[in-house]
């Protein structure tokens, strides 16, 4: 148990020359680190807000967070994507409460202050009969634009902190994956209409660590495997399309950690184990062939600190909504190509449906064992948690034969199968956590 006067980053256990990298349990039950991770991570860093292609018109808006902050994100009638707080300057009241639409204003429902769809102030009610005080005037009263915002190939990040990287420094190697995902579609990707939003007993952590976890997949869901098994028979729906990994379980495994806290597992199934709505013909008639070729590649990639992009059943992405030290919400999205035909659309959603989805066939198996990790964890006592070190004997020192193939530049990788089930990858993700907490100092459990 680390001593109360050591710092945060001493929850940390990484000595790289012995092999060994643990995590002391502290960091998925204690409130006041959970404090120190809304201040010092999530609202000093990128965070990803939205997709471009939800605000293709003037005044679309779409609503989100950054850790506990509530953000606003609008196009302006003059086209201009901004970000702001999602905060009425006079009392604090949050001015929208849609998750999307289109609104040339937004009245907070407190006191009708209006604001239009560039963050400006438009409306004070009843203000001249206020007897505000003569310098009023020249306070602004618009709402608090983010400090940085950015775009990347259609997904929209911002930064509550100006003293950030710009956002392609800060993707670094991710815009490798980002860009494989967007290049699917000739017009871009888009999230496709619906929702899946749950949430779950547990610390945000939790699945930051299982969306790059393959090591479970065979225990915790069992269940789906067996499913794919009958359906190779000809059982079920075996119009889903989900990916049958039991049969695949020795093609090639890289697990890469990358700087800022990235990472990635990447798995090269055989061609015909891979993604069927992806026409590759197609993608590969306007993108050079270096990169066309890994466009169907099996992913999970952690773009740090809390999106993961996903393609192994169907493209999918998440976003972690840390709520407090043992509430997660989740938010699910299915990207598919914009434009492209009705048969490849529904391959998407039924195999993001069989999956992902908060009913499908493996999310529920991942939010219960959550919350089983939670209840564990939460004695008290603490204790350094071992799993984190499955491939430490088959890592290499920067980019490995894979990462040089893929073009992607690491600080650490490992290769095998997926019978490995790798857990390297995570350091990236631990590593940038202790750099971004810092020197403080750690208070009694």
């Not at 120190?36 to 807000?49: C, D, G, Q, S, V």
């Not at 989805?357 to 071992?386: H, I």
Request: proline residues 4%; glycine residues 8%; charged residues 25%.
């Amino acid at each position: 148990m680390p001593s109360l006067s050591s710092t945060v980053r001493d929850l940390i256990d990484d000595r790289p020359a012995e092999g060994i990298f643990r995590v002391h349990s502290r960091l998925f039950t204690d409130p006041a680190l959970f404090d120190l991770e809304m201040k010092l991570i999530f609202a000093r860093t990128w965070n990803f807000l939205g997709f471009e292609a939800d605000l293709s018109k003037a005044h679309d808006f779409v609503t989100t967070s950054i850790g506990r902050t509530p953000v606003l994100v609008t196009r302006s009638k003059d086209g201009e994507v901004g970000a702001f707080l999602n905060r009425c300057p006079h009392r604090g009241a949050t001015v929208c409460q849609q998750e999307m639409g289109s609104a040339r204003a937004f009245v907070c429902p407190y006191h009708a202050w209006t604001f239009d769809s560039a963050g400006q102030l438009i409306g004070m009610k009843e203000k001249s009969a206020g007897a505000y005080p003569s310098n009023f005037d020249a306070m602004a009263h618009g709402l608090t634009p983010l400090a940085r915002v950015g775009i990347y190939r259609g997904l929209i990040f911002g930064s509550l902190s100006e003293d950030v990287a710009s956002l392609e420094d800060h993707l670094g190697p991710m815009k490798f994956f980002i860009d494989l995902a967007m290049d699917q579609g000739s017009h871009g990707m888009e999230p496709i209409p619906g929702r899946s939003v749950y949430s779950f007993r547990g610390n945000w952590k939790l699945q930051l660590d299982n969306g790059l976890d393959g090591y479970h997949l065979t225990t915790a869901h069992a269940s789906f495997l067996e499913v794919m098994m009958r359906r190779r028979t000809g059982q079920g729906n075996t119009s889903a399309n989900s990916l049958d990994f039991a049969k695949n379980m020795d093609a090639r495994q890289s697990a890469f950690a990358f700087p800022n806290g990235h990472c990635a597992l990447v798995n090269e199934l055989p061609e015909d184990a891979r993604r069927p709505f992806i026409d590759m013909e197609e993608v590969r008639s306007r993108i050079p062939e270096e990169r066309a070729r890994w466009v169907d590649l099996n992913y999970n990639t952690l773009i740090f600190p809390n999106l993961q992009l996903i393609q192994n059943t169907a493209l999918a992405l998440r976003i972690i909504r840390p709520l407090s030290p043992d509430l997660t919400e989740m938010h699910y999205f299915c990207l598919g190509a914009i434009g492209e035909d009705d048969d490849r659309r529904a391959m998407r959603l039924r195999a993001f449906e069989d999956f992902y989805n908060a009913a499908g066939l493996a999310t529920p198996d991942d939010s219960a064992v959550y919350e089983m990790c939670q209840r564990g964890l939460a004695g008290g006592d603490g204790q350094w948690l071992q799993g984190y070190m499955r491939g430490v004997k088959s890592l290499e020192p920067g980019d490995s034969e894979r990462a040089r193939a893929f073009g992607v530049r690491a600080d650490q990788s490992a290769t095998g199968s997926i019978r490995s089930g790798f857990e390297t990858q995570l350091h990236a993700a631990y590593r940038q956590w202790a750099a971004m907490m810092g020197d403080a100092r750690m208070e009694a459990a």
